[in-house]
């Protein structure tokens, strides 16, 4: 297994993971030009674990300069219970933390099961539900 970050390079394998990963939305913010301005704009925030040539886990971090955001962390259910996640989350973490980032946010879709369970067992690593914010979306 081997961890790096990801960039433009990665795009075409990324998608083809994530419509494999249950409970992953994917929006038009997933698209090639999409995601190769996000690695632009958070350069080396991103991860990816690699089981030989294969993308097997992801996760997307970025920043807007005051709180940092996590998107597709994601694993193959057949790599599950392996720490992945948790070594990606780390490594975004830390690269969110050196960019002067003092709070980040993980976006989980309300019936991805398997996300929500994970991130209720992240609690013991300081994160917590909100129940006090409620997002509002628009489409441009």
Do not use: Q
Not at 76 to 89: I, N
């Amino acid at each position: 297994m081997s961890f790096r970050t990801l960039g433009d390079a990665d795009i075409p394998a990324a998608r083809a993971f994530w419509p494999n990963v249950p409970g992953l939305g994917l929006s038009s913010a997933d698209e090639p030009g999409a995601l190769s301005a996000f690695f632009a704009r958070n350069p080396g925030l991103s991860w990816g674990a690699f089981d030989g040539d294969a993308l097997v886990a992801t996760v997307l971090a970025g920043h807007d300069g005051r709180r940092g955001f996590l998107y597709h962390l994601a694993v193959a259910p057949s790599h599950r219970g392996r720490g992945y996640s948790t070594e990606l989350m780390r490594r975004a973490l830390e690269g969110l933390a050196a960019c002067g980032i003092e709070k980040v946010h993980a976006l989980v879709l309300a019936d991805n099961a398997p996300g929500l369970a994970f991130w209720a067992a992240a609690a013991r690593r300081g994160w917590n539900r909100r129940a006090d914010l409620l997002l509002f979306s628009r489409d441009l």
